[in-house]
C-alpha cells in the first residue's frame, strides 16, 4: 500500500469550487447592497416642520375606518389638518395621552381635522383591546413593516406629527401631547389657508 497525498484541489472538481464562489461572491454584494441600503435610509432626514409629510397608504384595523374606506393614502387627506399618532398597546405613555386623543378627536371631527392612528411594533389583538379600553373611534391602521414608522424616523412611542392643510409637517411632539398643545395646534392649523 503506497501513501497516496491528496490535495484539497482533487477532491473537489473545479466546476464545483467555481460555483461556491460565484454564490458566495453574489452572497456577499446582496448583502452589503442591503446594508448600504440601510445606511442610507437611516440617514434619510427626519420630517422636520416645513416640509413635506411623508406619503403612505394604510389599511384600516376593520371598525376604524376613515370615511368608511377600509384603506387610504395621506394624500387623500390633504385639505385637512391630520394629527398623525404613533402608538402601541405595550405602551405606558399613550396610555397618558389616549383620552385626550379620543375627546378632542370627537370635538374636531366635523370640522376638517382628521385623526390617524398608527399601531407601532404591536400585533392586532392586542391594539384592537387597547382601543377598545380607551373607545378610540378615530381611524387607526397597522404599520405593516414599519414603513410608516420608518419614514418618519419614529424613534419610540407616543410621537405626534401636525400635518397642515397643505401638506407640510408643522409641528411634531415626542412624548405625550397636552391637551394644550394638542388643541393651540390644531386651532392654528385650521385657520391657515391650504
Known amino acids: 500500500m503506497t501513501d497516496a497525498t491528496i490535495t484539497p484541489a482533487e477532491t473537489i472538481p473545479a466546476r464545483r469550487v467555481n460555483r461556491w464562489a460565484i454564490l458566495a461572491g453574489a452572497a456577499t454584494l446582496f448583502i452589503l447592497g442591503f446594508l448600504g441600503w440601510g445606511l442610507l435610509n437611516t440617514n434619510a432626514p427626519r420630517p422636520e416642520p416645513g416640509s413635506p409629510a411623508p406619503g403612505f397608504e394604510v389599511q384600516f384595523f376593520n371598525g376604524y375606518e376613515w370615511e368608511s374606506r377600509p384603506a387610504a393614502a395621506l ?9 398623525l399618532n404613533f402608538w402601541a398597546s ?4 399613550c ?3 389616549a ?4 375627546n378632542t378627536w370627537r370635538a374636531y371631527e366635523d370640522q376638517g ?4 392612528g398608527v ?4 400585533v392586532e389583538p392586542q391594539s384592537i383591546a387597547y382601543m377598545e379600553e380607551f373607545n378610540i373611534t378615530y381611524p387607526n391602521a397597522p404599520d405593516l413593516r414599519s414603513h410608516i414608522s420608518q419614514d418618519y424616523k419614529v424613534t419610540g412611542v407616543p410621537e405626534t406629527f401636525f400635518i397642515g392643510k397643505d401638506g407640510l409637517v408643522k409641528d411634531i411632539v415626542i412624548g405625550p401631547v397636552s391637551a394644550q398643545r394638542l388643541t393651540s395646534t390644531i386651532e392654528r392649523l385650521l385657520a391657515e389657508d391650504a
Open 113 to 116: 381635522v382628521v385623526f390617524l
Open 119 to 122: 399601531a407601532y411594533i404591536d
Open 75 to 83: 394624500e387623500e387627506m390633504k385639505g385637512q389638518v391630520v394629527v
Open 99 to 102: 383620552d385626550l386623543l379620543e
Open 95 to 97: 396610555r397618558v395621552e
Open 90 to 93: 405595550w405602551c405606558i405613555e
